[in-house]
């Protein structure tokens, strides 16, 4: 099982981003999942996350109403677009599916962590 983000980069103050997130090996259609973030020295985050039938988004309050997360299950991938972004978005970005019935919001409630992608946000 393998999960790869990307679409990660260097962009001003103010610009936008769209993160991808596939996974291969394994199908994630029928699990909730979510986007995680990690700067450096700091804990790892939640960001964003999405039921599983795309019904339902859960938002961190510092990213609420600048960033969208969507899915396609078609695809087994998820999306996390990001405007307007700030130079304390500044992370590296993970994704993952939900694994059981803990809380949307909880790292312990997310497993198969991949490779995340560096966006890196300038003033």
């Known amino acids: 099982v393998q999960l790869q983000a990307s679409g990660g980069g260097l962009v001003q103050a103010g610009g936008s981003l769209r993160l991808t997130c596939t996974a291969s090996?394994?199908?994630?259609?029928?699990?909730?999942r979510g986007w995680f973030r990690q700067a450096p020295g700091k804990e790892r985050e939640f960001v964003a996350a999405?039921?599983?039938?795309?019904?339902?988004?859960y938002y961190a309050d510092s990213v609420k109403s600048r960033f969208t997360i969507t899915r396609d299950n078609a695809k087994n991938t998820v999306y996390l677009q990001m405007n307007s972004l700030k130079p304390e978005d500044t992370a590296v970005y993970y994704c993952?599916?939900?694994?059981?019935?803990?809380?949307?919001?909880?790292?312990?409630?997310?497993?198969?962590w991949g490779q995340g992608t560096l966006v890196t946000v300038s003033s």
């Open positions: 993952a599916p939900k694994i059981g019935c803990g809380n949307y919001y909880y790292t312990a409630s997310y497993d198969y």
């Open positions: 090996g394994r199908t994630f259609s029928s699990y909730a």
């Open positions: 999405i039921n599983r039938y795309g019904s339902t988004t």
